[in-house]
C-alpha cells in the first residue's frame, strides 16, 4: 500500500535545543497530519495541515511547536526549544481520504 | 471529553477463537477508520469505514452512524493478529480522534 516515511527514526537531544521531525506524505495526498504517542498511552492528535495551511491543531500542539511542508517536499514538525515532556514517538500521516501513517520517530529529550 | 470509547481495554483470546471490539463515539461522525498497531509501534489501516460493513479476509468492520458505534469482528484468531486495534473518529472532514486502544493478545 502508500507509503509514508519518517526521518529519522530516532532522535535524542538536550532539553532546551530545537528538533525538526521529517515526513516525506504519500505523493498525491492533500491532508497532513502529526500525532503524538508517549509510550503505552493514547495516540494524541497535534495538527492538521492542507493547502499550506494549518486547518486544526490541539491542546498538545504548544507555543514551541511549528509545521509547515515548503514547495511540496517534506512536511516538518519543528519543536523550539524542546522540554523534557516532548519525549514521544511522533507520527506523520497523510489522506486523501484514509489516513495513511509513518513509521514513526522517537524523541528523547534528556 | 473522550469522543472515543473502545472496549474492551484488553482481550486474551486462544487461537482459534473470534473477536469482537467495539468503539463508540459521543459526537456525530463523518467516518471513522480502524488501525493495527504493531508491537513496534507503527500503525497499519484496516478499514476506512463511513458506513455499513466492510470485509476483508478474516476481519469484518461494521459502522452504525445513527447509533454512533463500529465494530471490528476477527474471526478464526491467529497469535500473529496479537497487538493493539485502535478506532479514530472522523468527526468533520479530515481530522480524526483516537480511542485509546484494545490489546489483544492471542495465545496457542
Known amino acids: 500500500g502508500p507509503k509514508v516515511l519518517q526521518i529519522p527514526s530516532h532522535q535524542i537531544i538536550d532539553m532546551g535545543q530545537m528538533v525538526t521531525l521529517n515526513c516525506d506524505p504519500v505523493?498525491?495526498?492533500?491532508?497532513f497530519y502529526w500525532y503524538k504517542q508517549i509510550l503505552g498511552q493514547q495516540m494524541e492528535f497535534l495538527v492538521n495541515?492542507?493547502?499550506?495551511?494549518?486547518?486544526?491543531k490541539s491542546k498538545l500542539f504548544k507555543d514551541q511547536f511549528s509545521v509547515e511542508r515548503p514547495d511540496g517536499s517534506y512536511f516538518t514538525l519543528k519543536i523550539q526549544p524542546t522540554a523534557l515532556e516532548d519525549s514521544a514517538v511522533y507520527f506523520c500521516?497523510?489522506?486523501?481520504?484514509?489516513?495513511?501513517f509513518g513509521p514513526g520517530t522517537r524523541l528523547t529529550v534528556l | 471529553g473522550q469522543q472515543v470509547q473502545q472496549s474492551p481495554a484488553s482481550l486474551v483470546l486462544q487461537e482459534g477463537e473470534n473477536a469482537e471490539l467495539q468503539c463508540n463515539f459521543s459526537?456525530?461522525?463523518?467516518?471513522m477508520q480502524w488501525f493495527y498497531q504493531r508491537p513496534g509501534g507503527s500503525l497499519v489501516s484496516l478499514f476506512y469505514?463511513?458506513?455499513g460493513t466492510k470485509h476483508s479476509g478474516r476481519l469484518t468492520s461494521t459502522t452504525v452512524i445513527k447509533e454512533r458505534r463500529s465494530s471490528l469482528h476477527i474471526s478464526s484468531s491467529q497469535t500473529t493478529d496479537s497487538g493493539t486495534y485502535l478506532c479514530?473518529?472522523?468527526?468533520?472532514?479530515?481530522?480524526?480522534?483516537f480511542g485509546k486502544g484494545t490489546s489483544l493478545t492471542v495465545i496457542p
Open positions: 500521516a497523510s489522506s486523501l481520504n484514509e489516513q495513511y
Open positions: 505523493s498525491n495526498h492533500l491532508y
Open positions: 495541515f492542507y493547502n499550506g495551511k494549518v486547518m486544526e
Open positions: 459526537t456525530s461522525l463523518n467516518s
Open positions: 469505514n463511513p458506513s
Open positions: 479514530a473518529l472522523e468527526p468533520g472532514y479530515q481530522n480524526f480522534y
